[in-house]
C-alpha cells in the first residue's frame, strides 16, 4: 500500500472522478485538505475565489454548463455557511455538486472552541448526502461515497473534514472500482404509448409542444418532431436554445421571462406535449387542453397538473422514436399564425433595440451581444430583468450554452457562472450578464478573473433600481420603495482590479465599444473585460399575461396593456386575429 496523507487521498479520488478544478478559501480548519490538494496541484487546480458564495456558485455553474460534479470547499464555520447560497441554488436546480467542509480538530472539538459549531444539522436540509468522517482512512472513502451519491441523486453532498485527520497519513492505492462505472438506467419504453401519442398530436386541431431541460441533450429529435409534427413548440426558460431560437416554429417561453407567441399561441391550444419538463406553472394552463407528459423520473408524472397521458421514457428515445412512426400533420392556419406572432414579436424587439433617443434601451444592448456571439459561445445570466432581455434575445441558434439560476433564483449567479464558464471552457467565448444589483453582490471576484487570467466578458445593465422588483411593486399598487440603488463606475472599477472597463451610454458608444472588444479577442486578450452600460430604466413587457384578445379581455384592459408597453395593434395583432387571417 502507498503511505500519503488522507488530504491528498481526498485530491486522488476527485482526480479519479475527472474533476480537474475546484473552488475555495483556505482557512486554518481546512489547511490540511488544501494542502493535500497542493501535492496533486499538476492534476487539480484549485481556484482561489475570494467568497466562498462566488466558489459555491461556480461549482453549481460548473455542473449545470458540464454535466461533470461541481466541487467547491469552505473553512469551519463562516466559510461553510456562506457555501450555502451556491448550494441551495444546485439542490433547487438538480445538478451534482460537492461540498467539502473544514471542522476544528478532533482533540478540540466540543470544547466551545474558536469557530467551533455543529455544522451537519446546518447542511442537513441541502445535502441529500452528509457526513462528518470520524477518522483519517474513511476521508477517501466517504468522499468517493459523496460523489456517487451526488450523481446518483441530481443534489448536493456534503462532507465535515476535521482539519486534523486531513492531515493524518493513510495507506491508499485508489480504488477498483471505476469511478465512472455507474450509468444511470433509462425507463423501458412502452412503443404502443408512442403510437398513442401520435394518434393523438394527428388527431389535435392546435396542438403544441413544450420541452424542458430533460431534453436538453435531445436537440436534434426535438427538430425533426417540431417539422414533422407541425407542432409550435415553447421551452421552457432554462431550457432554452432545446430547440434553435431562430427556428420559425420555436416560440419562446412562456411567463415573464417569455414573448408574447408563447402566451397567446398556449392559450389557444387544444393540445399540449410535455417532453423532459415539470413546469411549476402548468397549472395555469386553460383546463380545456389536453396534457400529455413525457418524463424519466416517475415522481414528476401528474406532479404540476393531471395529465390525460403520461409517458415514464428518456426525452431523447421517446422523440426519436416519435418521429420514426412516420405520422405526419400538415401546416395549418394555426402554424401559419404562431409563425407569424412570433415574426411579430421579433420585429418589435429590433424596432426597441434600434431606438436610444431617450437612453440607452437594454434590448438595444442585447442586440449587440446577439451580434458579436459566437456559435459556440457560452453565458452565464443573473437574476432579474436581466434575465428577461437575455433569454428573449440571446442566439441560442447554433452551439451555444448557459446556465442561470433557474428555480432558486438567487441574484449575483451571473459572475460566478462566467468565470466557471471560461474554466470549463478556456477556447470558447464567454460572457456574464448581470443588472448592477446582482454584479454588485460578487464584482471582487473580477480579481480572481484577473489572477487566473480569465477574459470573460462582463456586461453590467445598470439602471440604478432593481427593476424585477420594481416590476411586482407597480403590479402591487405599491410605492417604489427601497429599490432605488446607488450607480457606480463599474468600468473604472475593473480597470483598477487590473481588468478592461468600458462604459456606453448610446448605441454609437457601445458601437465602438464592441469593435474594440472583439479586437480584444481577435488579439488573444487575457483579461477580463466590463461592459458598463448605462441604461434607462424601464419596465420590461410582462409577458406572464398578455391581454390583447378582443374575443377574451375587454377594451379598457387591451388598451391599457398596450398603452403600457408600447405594443401596437398594427404591428404587434392578437393571436385571434391573425388565426382569422389565416383562416383557421
Known sequence: MTKMTAGQALAKVLESWKIDHLYGITADSINNTVDGLYQERENIKYIQVRHEEVGALAAAADAKLTGKIGVSFGSAGPGAVHLLNGLYDAK?????????????????????????????????????????VTNAAQIPYVVDEAIRSAYATHSVSVVILPDDLSGQEIDFDGFKTSALASVPQKPVLDEAQVEDVARQLKAAKHPIMWVGQGARRAKDAVIKVAEQFNLPTLSTAPATGTMPTDHPLFMGSRGRLGTKAAFEVSQAADLVLFVGTNYPFARYLPDNIKFIQVNNNLADLGKQRDADTTVLADANEFLTRLAETGVTREETGFVKAAKQDKAN?????????????????AEGVMAAIKAAATDDAVFGLDVGNNTEWSIRQLPFNHSQRFAMSAWYGTMGFGMPAGLAAKLSYPDKQVWSISGDGGFAMVMPDILTEVKYQLPVVNVVLENKALGYIGHEKIAA????????????????????????????????????????????????????????????????????????????????????????????????????????????
Not at 467542509?101 to 478540540?108: F, H, K, L, M, Y
Not at 414579436?345 to 434601451?361: C, F, Q, R, V, Y
Request: aromatic share 8%; hydrophobic share 45%.
Open 92 to 132: 433547487m436546480d438538480h445538478v451534482p455538486v460537492l461540498a467539502l467542509v473544514g471542522q476544528s480538530a478532533t482533540e478540540i472539538m466540543n470544547t466551545n472552541f474558536f469557530q467551533e459549531m455543529n455544522q451537519d444539522p446546518i447542511v442537513a436540509d441541502v445535502a441529500e448526502f452528509h457526513k462528518q
Open 477 to 584: 399598487g405599491q410605492a417604489p420603495y427601497g429599490i432605488d440603488l446607488v450607480g457606480a463606475d463599474w468600468a473604472g472599477m475593473a480597470e483598477n482590479m487590473g481588468g478592461i472597463g468600458f462604459k456606453v451610454t448610446n448605441l454609437a458608444e457601445l458601437k465602438v465599444a464592441m469593435d474594440k472588444i472583439a479586437a480584444l479577442q481577435a488579439n488573444g486578450n487575457t483579461k477580463p473585460i466590463v461592459l458598463d452600460a448605462k441604461i434607462k430604466n424601464v419596465d420590461p413587457i410582462d409577458t406572464s399575461f398578455v391581454p390583447v384578445d378582443p374575443d377574451s379581455f375587454d377594451a379598457e384592459m387591451i388598451a391599457g396593456y398596450r398603452k403600457q408597453y408600447a405594443v401596437d395593434e398594427a404591428t404587434q395583432p392578437a393571436f385571434s386575429t391573425l388565426l382569422k387571417q389565416y383562416k383557421d
Open 345 to 361: 414579436w421579433n420585429t418589435w424587439l429590433e424596432k426597441l433595440a434600434a431606438d436610444d433617443h431617450d437612453g440607452l434601451a
